[in-house]
């Protein structure tokens, strides 16, 4: 590098320090006893690979722990990418449509990865550590519900059986009581919420609340559908928004579903999830209808949702 490339560099280090009322000496000085990185400070490994905590001697149980430590990592990076689009003022279509495909490839990694669930435990190792499970249940992912929340109008995850008595007028704290997902978190003998919903509003209901307000104006469909009119029939564009909608909702839930019948259903145990949920009826897309952007679809298309990947 000549001198005037050095010369410019060092003119942008003191604006950039300038601009914060810093001393560019200070800093500069620094680097001289600040050691050079290396990969495993880089990502934390050390910490990373110190997360795993079994609660029995079972070998497999750290891979169930292993696999749904990988899927919130992958939650948190469809978040970042929500995250940037929905606060982007005014999206450019392309952008829009990076950013989708971004979040879609990221739930296909999460789709085809049921494999591992399903094949790659041994069915009595998992009937015999699941039992130290309960209550808990992968219901409990606060970071799929934030992906909810701001991907779709509040309508489209109400429970199917109460959307003509919701609107966008309606408080959220009643809304949130007639979420999808609140009748799989009830006892269906007894009609209370059970323990494991209780302990997850407990943690998170406050900032459910908080998270439907954010984004109740700003949600993907929100932001879709304040582009130009045009723009909105990109055929690209579209596509990347059904891609989306059917990979979160139909593939990703079905791998989901047949991952968890193999193991409920083996004979080794009682049937029922470990948090007591009516487990089917919350997971099966034909029971739940949970469809992020109806208006994407045909009329044939939302009347037999889910219903082949149901079979």
Same mark, same amino acid.
């Given at each position: 590098?000549n001198?005037?490339a050095?010369?410019?560099?060092?003119?942008?280090i003191?604006?950039?320090?300038?601009a914060?009322?810093?001393?560019?000496?200070?800093?500069l000085e620094?680097l001289?006893?600040?050691?050079p990185?290396t990969? !495993?400070?880089y990502?934390?490994?050390?910490a990373l690979?110190?997360?795993?905590?079994?609660?029995?001697?079972?070998?497999? /149980?750290?891979?169930?722990?292993m696999?749904?430590?990988?899927n919130e990592?992958?939650?948190?990076?469809?978040? !970042?990418?929500i995250?940037q689009?929905?606060?982007?003022?005014q999206p450019?279509?392309?952008?829009?449509?990076?950013?989708?495909?971004?979040i879609s490839?990221?739930?296909?990694m999460?789709?085809?990865?049921?494999?591992?669930?399903?094949?790659?435990?041994?069915? /009595?190792?998992?009937m015999k550590?699941?039992?130290?499970l309960?209550?808990a249940?992968?219901f409990q992912?606060?970071q799929?519900?934030?992906?909810?929340f701001?991907?779709?109008?509040?309508?489209?995850?109400?429970?199917?059986r109460?959307r003509a008595?919701?609107?966008?007028?309606?408080?959220y704290?009643?809304?949130?009581?007639?979420?999808?997902?609140q009748?799989?978190?009830?006892?269906y003998?007894?009609?209370g919420?059970?323990?494991?919903?209780?302990?997850?509003?407990?943690k998170?209901?406050?900032?459910?609340?908080?998270?439907? /307000?954010?984004?109740?104006?700003?949600?993907l469909w929100?932001?879709?559908?304040?582009?130009p009119?045009n723009d909105?029939?990109n055929?690209?564009?579209?596509?990347?928004m059904?891609?989306?909608?059917?990979?979160?909702?139909?593939? !990703?839930?079905?791998?989901?579903?047949?991952a968890?019948?193999?193991?409920?259903?083996s004979?080794h145990?009682?049937?029922?999830?470990?948090?007591?949920?009516?487990?089917?009826k919350?997971?099966?897309?034909?029971?739940?209808?949970?469809?992020?952007?109806?208006?994407?679809?045909s009329a044939?298309?939302?009347?037999? !949702?889910?219903?082949?990947?149901?079979?």
């Amino acid at each position: 590098m000549n001198s005037i490339a050095h010369k410019e560099i060092l003119e942008q280090i003191e604006q950039k320090f300038q601009a914060i009322n810093q001393k560019t000496d200070t800093h500069l000085e620094g680097l001289l006893w600040a050691k050079p990185i290396t990969y !495993w400070d880089y990502i934390q490994t050390d910490a990373l690979l110190n997360l795993q905590t079994q609660r029995t001697t079972l070998p497999d /149980e750290m891979v169930f722990i292993m696999y749904h430590q990988v899927n919130e990592l992958l939650f948190k990076m469809i978040l !970042w990418e929500i995250e940037q689009l929905c606060q982007t003022e005014q999206p450019e279509t392309d952008y829009f449509t990076e950013k989708l495909m971004r979040i879609s490839r990221y739930f296909d990694m999460l789709t085809t990865s049921f494999t591992i669930m399903k094949e790659g435990m041994d069915v /009595e190792q998992y009937m015999k550590f699941r039992n130290t499970l309960t209550p808990a249940s992968g219901f409990q992912s606060a970071q799929y519900r934030f992906i909810e929340f701001s991907s779709t109008d509040l309508i489209n995850l109400i429970d199917y059986r109460f959307r003509a008595t919701i609107d966008r007028n309606t408080p959220y704290e009643h809304a949130f009581e007639h979420l999808y997902w609140q009748a799989a978190g009830k006892d269906y003998q007894t009609g209370g919420k059970s323990f494991l919903i209780l302990e997850f509003e407990r943690k998170y209901k406050k900032e459910f609340l908080r998270f439907m /307000e954010e984004y109740n104006t700003t949600n993907l469909w929100r932001k879709f559908k304040q582009l130009p009119e045009n723009d909105q029939k990109n055929e690209a564009l579209v596509n990347a928004m059904r891609h989306y909608d059917y990979t979160v909702n139909i593939t !990703w839930v079905m791998g989901h579903y047949h991952a968890a019948k193999k193991y409920i259903e083996s004979g080794h145990g009682t049937g029922e999830a470990t948090g007591g949920s009516d487990w089917k009826k919350y997971m099966l897309p034909k029971y739940q209808r949970r469809i992020f952007f109806p208006e994407l679809w045909s009329a044939e298309e939302l009347a037999t !949702w889910g219903e082949k990947e149901s079979i």
